[in-house]
């Protein structure tokens, strides 16, 4: 069963650019793409369907690849309390910050988290994104890690996208084990990440490498174990201070480094070298008003792969839109909007391990795609918010929105 897809232009994205192709066409036979070109060259057959997308700019579904959208409560009274001066780390480290949103994620129930977490994912799917990670990383123990995890799954089969889920146990302290940071790595290492991969509940590990969260010794040693699983890697780091945590990452050939702002020359070396994307969060930088930028100019001289993501979280990034952090990547990080749609396309793929499949629109690729009613693939970034009128199609279905 094929569909022909014709009346529009294609940002492939391929190589990171538009790579564009004007008056074209796209085949779609199942869930793929089966054949993409100029709409002269479009060979004979016989279509089961014809779409006509009335000249809209067709880009890639786009991919928000580090996200925290499963969460208890918010931090709205915490948000009012930095805006009186009170620092991120200070309301962190009396007992605010992440260890509140642990407690409210603990006190809700499955369906809870599903319903809220679906109403935020949501808002992401509406604005164009097809494919999104998710990190637990608010339960901090078995049973609520578990149920973080579950309800990721969950996420996957009640919503049209592609849904990774990160275990991110190794998030912050849980206050069973205060003081005692090294036994509650392994902890995670020795019971729960063994136990929630074998429940087939992970994608990927990803841990929080920072002063106020875990040290790179005890990143190592569950790197180590995500290894020994054979476990995709991610890491958290250089967000508030310069551990060398991306290095690590690096050394251990993480899918990605992410945050990065006290980065220094030696990490983008390493992460150049081993091919680890560094995954840019402008609404957590806008949000905590960081002042100190990633390194972009060296990040971009090394020819390192830059995505970005929402960060959607309670604390540092309540992002409800993938579209305005590109237009934060533009502003804040001076990305031209090429980069910043190659940032939630083909880098966002890469940096979630399925290059292979999504990011770009080729023959064989899946058939995730967007049909923007827009006049350039640059209106995408530029607009602030809103809805941008578009057609959304996953896996060669259009989706009602
Ligand atoms: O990506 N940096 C650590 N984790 C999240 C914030 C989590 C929170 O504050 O709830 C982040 O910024
Ligand atoms: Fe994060």
Request: glycine fraction near 8%; aromatic fraction near 8%.
């Amino acid at each position: 069963m094929k569909k022909l897809w014709k009346n529009c232009h294609i940002a492939t994205m391929q190589n990171g650019q538009y790579s564009s192709i004007e008056h074209a066409a796209m085949v779609t036979s199942g869930q793929h793409i089966h054949w993409i070109g100029t709409f002269e060259d479009l060979p004979a057959d016989a279509y089961s369907e014809t779409i006509d997308l009335n000249g809209a700019w067709v880009t890639p579904g786009l991919i928000d690849c580090h996200t925290h959208s499963v969460f208890g409560g918010n931090r709205s009274v915490e948000f009012e309390k930095r805006l009186q001066g009170v620092s991120y780390a200070e309301i962190a480290a009396s007992g605010g910050g992440i260890a509140s949103t642990v407690r409210a994620t603990r006190e809700a129930s499955e369906q809870e988290l599903l319903a809220s977490a679906l109403k935020r994912v949501r808002c992401l799917l509406k604005d164009g994104v097809t494919t999104i990670e998710i990190k637990s990383g608010y339960g901090l123990d078995y049973v609520n890690e578990r149920k973080m995890l579950r309800v990721i799954r969950q996420i996957a089969e009640t919503l049209p996208m592609t849904v990774r889920s990160t275990c991110l146990a190794a998030h912050a302290l849980p206050p069973e084990y205060k003081d005692q940071s090294d036994a509650y790595i392994e902890h995670i290492c020795n019971e729960m990440l063994p136990k929630l991969h074998q429940e087939g509940l992970v994608d990927a590990v990803d841990a929080f490498c920072e002063y106020l969260a875990f040290s790179p010794a005890q990143v190592e040693r569950l790197f180590k174990t995500a290894q020994s699983l054979n476990l995709p890697i991610k890491l958290h780091a250089e967000q508030l201070s310069s551990l060398g945590g991306s290095s690590l990452a690096a050394r251990y050939q993480a899918l990605s480094a992410d945050h990065l702002e006290f980065m220094t020359e030696d990490d983008v070396k390493a992460m150049a070298a081993a091919g680890t994307v560094a995954v840019l969060l402008p609404g957590a930088f806008y949000f905590l008003r960081e002042t100190k930028y990633p390194p972009l100019e060296s990040l971009h001289q090394h020819g390192v792969r830059i995505a970005l993501s929402s960060d959607l979280n309670p604390g540092t990034s309540p992002a409800l839109s993938l579209r305005l952090m590109m237009n934060m990547g533009s502003t804040l990080f001076r990305l031209t909007p090429e980069q910043t749609l190659a940032g939630v396309t083909t880098h966002a793929a890469y940096a979630l391990g399925l290059q292979e499949t999504h990011g770009t629109l080729e023959t064989g690729k899946v058939a995730d795609f967007i049909a923007w009613d827009i006049e350039h693939p640059s209106e995408i970034v530029y607009w602030l918010g809103g809805d941008l009128p578009k057609r959304i199609i996953q896996h060669g279905n259009e989706i009602s929105i």
